[in-house]
């Protein structure tokens, strides 16, 4: 079955660092783009970015362009998002996604809430 | 950036009713258009690629049309479960990925 599963929910404090993961399984994790979705509480999806895990190219949307560091390990088929000092703000639900074809999110992981609050 | 405008915002219809739901792009995307259903406390599922394809699995009643400026998700006769909410997707190689606001389908 192709999957992804992310880690699990975050609580953190303002200024604290906070990486996150998403694991693949089922197929070729190497030959897709992995994409990074931001849904902030009772809000729409917003991309964050996107990463080939084949060679770590690596694409931000400018909204998050040095708010965000986006990486993969291809030895264990797993992609990260992380932060060096989180903001209230930060605190939403956060999607992995495969990208499929040219254009299209066809697999998505469970989701990982982060809730930043002091 | 390219800006998906989603109309209407929120789409109220019955059962067996036939649901049109609009993504306008600021400028052309071809036919790099996608649509995905969510439901509250799940993940988005894909429904539509490339403008008129469906995904694995997904009904003969959920369609889409494109390509260019004006896309249209059509949802023939609607079921209980189609009531959710709808984003479009676009991506082109120069201005990255956005996202609709979304259309809310809900039940009359």
């Known amino acids: 079955e192709v999957q992804l599963v992310q880690s699990g929910a975050e609580v953190k404090k303002p200024g604290e660092s906070l990486k996150i993961s998403c694991k693949g399984s089922?197929?070729?994790?190497?030959?897709?783009?992995i994409g990074w979705v931001r849904q902030m509480p009772g809000k729409g999806l917003e991309w964050m970015g996107i990463?080939?895990?084949?060679?770590?190219?690596?694409r931000y949307s400018p909204s998050f362009q040095g708010q965000v560091t986006i990486s993969a390990d291809k030895s264990i088929s797993t992609a990260y998002l992380q932060w060096s000092s989180l903001k209230a703000s930060d605190t939403a639900m956060y999607y992995c996604?495969?990208?499929?074809?040219?254009?299209?999110?066809?697999?998505w992981g469970q989701g990982t809430m982060v809730t930043v609050s002091s | 950036e390219i800006v998906l405008t989603q109309s209407p915002a929120t789409l109220s219809l019955s059962p067996g009713e036939r649901a049109t739901l609009s993504c306008r792009a600021s400028?052309?995307?071809?036919?790099?258009l996608a649509w995905y259903q969510q439901k509250p406390g799940q993940a988005p599922r894909l429904l539509i690629y490339?403008?008129?394809n469906r995904a694995t699995g997904i009904p003969a009643r959920f369609s889409g049309s494109g390509p260019g400026t004006d896309f249209t998700l059509t949802i023939s006769s609607l079921e209980p479960e189609d009531f959710a909410v709808y984003y479009c997707?676009?991506?082109?190689?120069?201005?990255?990925?956005?996202f609709g606001q979304g259309t809310r389908l809900e039940i009359k």
């Open positions: 996604a495969r990208l499929y074809g040219e254009a299209a999110f066809d697999i």
């Open positions: 089922g197929y070729s994790f190497t030959s897709y783009w």
């Open positions: 990463i080939y895990p084949g060679d770590s190219d690596t």
């Open positions: 400028q052309g995307v071809s036919s790099y």
């Open positions: 490339d403008a008129s």
């Open positions: 997707q676009q991506r082109s190689n120069w201005h990255g990925i956005t």
